[in-house]
């Protein structure tokens, strides 16, 4: 190593070292907390303006260009921006669209900058999902939407922890917690107009939302995953009527939600102009919502289970989209999670809901792929890496997630040829289970795959790293651990195949 390289790394590391400095943070803040405390006396005492009397052109021309480097003096950083800033605590100050904040704002703000907490998921910040959902629910309440409009996220454990229930035959009548789930479930049902409404119209709300408390954005999937809960359900449900209502409200949205080319996106309808791409600074570049298979296929599995099969033209069309979609090794992309392996499980059990023949050649060459891609150890896997390299397709280090999905793959079609290699899988997850569930420390849940388009694109492109400007490592992507796949996957999968391998040992 060259002498040059030594002291830029020394002088790196003593750049990180001060950037995390304890003292230098107290000192900084100390300095900061003075700053502000003379903009509030003179902002109260009337001895600065409302508002900096500055054009925009003489305050670009004023402020620092990027290029010049980090400001290593915060005080006069601070200074810098007070002068030219608004002063929202002058009595004179009218109000325009903002609120003035109280003087204790700053310091909570700056909690809240130092533990950088996102309420995306319980892990990151648990206090502040806590404090969130108190304030939404008494909000909520204000608002006159009740306490239904309280929660935490659906897909991501009621549903999911349900239907994994089911597979394993709890008894439901028996079986208080369930109980619980289904009623709060049902509470759940959006039933207030939302976004979606722009373009879909006459229809009555019905769906349910992935988030908490997000009346304006229910989804397809998360509804299609709760239409496949009640249904089951429905036989033993206390109130039939109430049931069947839900259900059919459900539906009712879905089918108007169904796009022009028949499969189902997340959120919206027909939202696949690539232009809007190109607004600048929209969240990862992810501004459109194209239909998916994966999202689809649940759609199917779900209608499948109240009745409606392959001569229903709503399901003929969502079929014909899913074999449009299929890869020609006959594996199907993954949207929302992770990757191939996970959109080809959701596509088989959709097909076997609908009355869908798994016999027939393209539903065969799927199971294949799912075969042909079970890991020495009886398990399945697949990289991330896989959105941005086609030879990483179902490859990787086994999972309990995508080894549930691809044993239930593998059942629904029902096949006695497939009975060795789901009898590995079970024995893969049976012993890899420990207190009762599996570690996971792999992401199998996707967000964006950093496309820009919401959508699978074709890597065989010149150059895809560089035109996608990402390589395997996923720098444009949103990537998602879910913290109760590696829960309820393997417990739906192991559920039906105990149902699976008995029938099969029995001749049926």
Sequence with gaps: MSTTSANELDRRSESLCQAFDPERFAKEAASVTDLLREYLHAAGARERPVWPAVSPDDLLEAWPDPESGPRSDVASLVSEILAASTSQHHPGFVGQQLSTPPSQAGPVAMVSAMLNNSSAIFEGAPVAIAMEHRIVTWMAGKAGYGTAAGGVLTSGGTLGALTAMLDCEQDYPQSRPMQRAVEWVLQQQVKAPGDWQVKVKGVK???????????????????????????????????????????????DWIIAMQCRSGGWAAFD????????????????????????????????????????????????RAVDFIRAEQEPDGSWFGRWGVNYIYGTAAVLPALEAVGQDMTDGYVAQAADWILVHQNAD????ETCGSYMD????????????????????????????????????????????????????????TGFPGYGVGARVNLSVPDPAENFQQGTELSRAFMINYNLYRHYFPLMALGRARRFLALQGDGG
Aim: with cysteine; glycine share 10%; hydrophobic share 45%.
């Design 269 to 316: 309808k027909n939202n696949d102009k690539a232009i809007l791409t190109k607004i600048p600074f929209c969240d990862f570049g992810e501004a459109l919502d194209p239909p998916s298979v994966d999202v689809t296929a649940h759609v199917l599995e779900a209608f499948g289970l109240l009745g409606m099969k392959l001569t229903n033209p709503v399901v003929r």
């Design 378 to 381: 009886g398990g399945w896997g």
């Design 205 to 251: 709300p019905g769906g349910w939302a992935f988030e908490r408390a997000n009346l304006a954005y229910p989804d397809i999937d998360d509804t299609a995953v709760a239409l496949i809960v009640l249904a089951r359900l429905l036989p033993v449900y206390k109130d039939p009527a109430r049931l069947q209502e839900a259900l059919q409200l459900a539906k």
């Design 390 to 445: 086609d030879a990483l397709r179902g490859k990787g280090p086994s999972t309990a997630s995508q080894t549930g999905w691809a044993l239930m793959a593998l059942i629904a079609v029902g096949a006695d040829d497939y009975r060795s290699s789901i009898q590995q899988g079970v024995d893969y997850l049976v012993a890899r289970q420990k207190m009762g569930t599996w570690q996971e420390p792999q992401y199998t849940g």
